[in-house]
């Protein structure tokens, strides 16, 4: 499986932005979407998931309410819409695919998930 990144950019603080995830070469369904991101000096962390039907999602803490996660499987397509952005969300995103136990499931930690996307830079100038 193939990811590409897009949509990143540079926003002022509380302005929105959409990333997308282009996903080829598997059926889209068969896989947990995530969204992860990396601040400069800082480790990769966990950003939004969503399971392989779409159903089920997550998110870490401090973007729940102003990130929403979504996933259009005839498109192959993963989605993160940001909104209230703030300078602490300034990060490179990058979307990852993995295997599923059953299509509700979802996984939070970046160990396991095996297709990962280039990235995207996203930088909320405060």
């Known amino acids: 499986v193939q990811l590409q990144a897009s949509g990143g950019g540079l926003v002022q603080s509380g302005g929105s932005l959409r990333l997308s995830c282009a996903a080829s070469g598997g059926t889209f369904g068969d896989y947990c979407m995530g969204w992860f991101r990396q601040a400069p000096g800082k480790e990769r962390e966990f950003v939004a998931v969503?399971?392989?039907?779409?159903?089920?999602?997550a998110y870490r803490d401090s973007v729940k309410g102003r990130f929403t996660i979504s996933r259009d499987n005839a498109e192959n397509t993963v989605y993160l819409q940001m909104h209230s952005l703030k300078s602490e969300d300034t990060a490179i995103y990058y979307c990852?695919?993995?295997?599923?136990?059953?299509?509700?499931?979802?996984?939070?930690?970046?160990?396991?998930?095996?297709?990962w996307g280039q990235g995207t830079l996203v930088t909320v100038s405060s």
């Open positions: 990852a695919a993995r295997d599923y136990f059953n299509s509700d499931s979802i996984y939070r930690g970046a160990i396991g998930y095996k297709y």
């Open positions: 969503i399971s392989g039907n779409g159903r089920i999602s």
